[in-house]
């Protein structure tokens, strides 16, 4: 069996910054890539941002790794550690700044669709027996209550706000398994699926700005978006989430960081 590619679709938050969402896949394998936004000016990594720099390290590891889905993981993280220290300028001003990222990946080990994952990209199995989740099924109600703590329309002002700065740097230093420049913790952090697959059988990878269309604002649920996906694709479905996002612009209806999130997702399924 075979990955065989349907379409992918990736969109900036906003169209004066850059995208720090990245995906790919191969002939067994597929990843996506979700840079955490960077909460201060460039230079720790010269005048890219850590997000960018981290995602586009990420994306050529995935590309350039092969066989089991754990080696391939296992590689990345320690391919990351290794150019992080040859590509950084300086000492980072706290752990904040420390370049870091979410991923889901997925490959093709004989009858089985193996999944890894770190933070919160999902991905969505489309089998004979149902849509089910290969990675935890996601929820923002943590993030949601935070950003509703800082009063009506957080998001609409974007991260900048000196308020919203703080509260976001605070967070960034919780401990928490990601993706980034200490392979160590990524490793311990990871979690693996594995599941039966079939030709046929369709996979949707996509960072959590494509799947808030389902977690944050309910406009489907994981069944009627994949019903949806196969009837229409992916550009139907990021109209829908644009529509929804502009349409509260303000982020009271549906309180949150951005207006728009990066918003990506790659569609594969088994050949």
Known sequence: MHFDLIQTLSLAGKPDVPNDDRLGCAE???WVIDGATDLGPAGLLGERGGAAWLAGAAQRAFAGACGPLQGICEQVFDTLAKDYEQARQRVPLAPWELPRAAFA???LEGDELVCAHLADCVVLHRSA???AFLTPAPDREAERA???ALGPGTGAFGVRTPAVLADRRAARERPRAVL???PEQARAGTGYSRTPVARGDDVLLM???FAALFDTYRAYDPAAFI???LSHGLADLARTLRGIEQDDA???RYPRFKMSDDASAIWLRVG
Request: aromatic share 0%; proline share 0%; hydrophobic share 45%.
């Open 129 to 131: 027996q149902g849509v």
């Open 146 to 148: 935070e950003a509703a």
């Open 180 to 182: 980034g420049v200490e």
């Open 105 to 107: 990946a997925v490959a």
């Open 227 to 229: 019903t949806r996906l």
């Open 28 to 30: 067994r394998h597929a």
């Open 250 to 252: 303000a982020c009271v």
């Open 207 to 209: 960072s959590d700005g």
